[in-house]
T-cell receptor, first 116, second 112 residues
Framework: GDSVTQMEGPVTLSEEAFLTINCTYT??????LFWYVQYPGEGLQLLLK?????DKGSNKGFEATYRKETTSFHLEKGSVQVSDSAVYFC???????????????FGQGTILTVHP | DVKVTQSSRYLVKRTGEKVFLECVQD?????MFWYRQDPGLGLRLIYF???????EKGDIPEGYSVSREKKERFSLILESASTNQTSMYLC???????????FGPGTRLTVT
């Protein structure tokens, strides 16, 4: 079945440091890939997405490129801020077999803490 | 803005009680989902619904049931709460073919 593996956390960085959170996936068909973010005390919100190979999703300074050859969708940001402290989830939605119910498979989440 | 609301932010129940968690969305989404979130395990799908009165089991449906009588409302029911159901419960909704999901703020349920 489909699965998503994220790098283990927690990740602790100083403000303005470079961020990478690794995400790899296993899926049948041609999945769409997502990064969701969960700020403290809130539900998840969509950060960025990519729907086909070589697409780059970007939002709020974060970027991720859909790499089919390495089955990866790593999240990067050039200069993190304290306000980026949150839990980040990689997810995929596969339409293998023609089902289109919009189900997502999530990774386990990576806790990011950014210190001033 | 899409709004997904959940009936409670925090809930404390006793073992054996019947528990209802309510979720309402205001965007006319066909799909609605219930997840539980546990540290180190990420989000696990309990049940989802793709239309009124339609439901399908997710990855961990045991001990739970759901109800969707109206398009905007999706209820999660714990028939007889147990301590291993202590968790954060997240509701989400989305359009049938769009894959993006919009989440509520979550209900932290403690079963004692």
């Amino acid at each position: 079945g489909d699965s998503v593996t994220q790098m283990e956390g927690p990740v602790t960085l100083s403000e303005e440091a470079f961020l990478t959170i690794n995400c790899t996936y296993t899926a049948t068909g041609y999945p769409s890939l997502f990064w969701y973010v969960q700020y403290p005390g809130e539900g998840l919100q969509l950060l960025l997405k990519a729907t086909k190979a070589d697409d780059k999703g970007s939002n709020k300074g974060f970027e991720a490129t859909y790499r089919k050859e390495t089955t990866s969708f790593h999240l990067e940001k050039g200069s993190v801020q304290v306000s980026d402290s949150a839990v980040y989830f990689c997810a995929l939605s596969s339409n293998a077999g023609g089902t289109s119910y919009g189900k997502l498979t999530f990774g386990q989440g990576t806790i990011l803490t950014v210190h001033p | 803005d899409v709004k997904v609301t959940q009936s409670s932010r925090y809930l404390v129940k006793r073992t054996g009680e019947k528990v209802f968690l309510e979720c309402v969305q205001d965007m006319d989404h066909e799909n609605m989902f219930w997840y539980r979130q546990d540290p180190g395990l990420g989000l696990r799908l309990i049940y989802f619904s793709y239309d009124v009165k339609m439901k399908e089991k997710g990855d961990i449906p045991e001990g739970y049931s759901v109800s969707r009588e109206k398009k905007e409302r999706f209820s999660l029911i714990l028939e007889s709460a147990s301590t291993n159901q202590t968790s954060m419960y997240l509701c989400a909704s989305g359009f049938r073919l769009a894959y993006e999901q919009y989440f509520g703020p979550g209900t932290r349920l403690t079963v004692t």
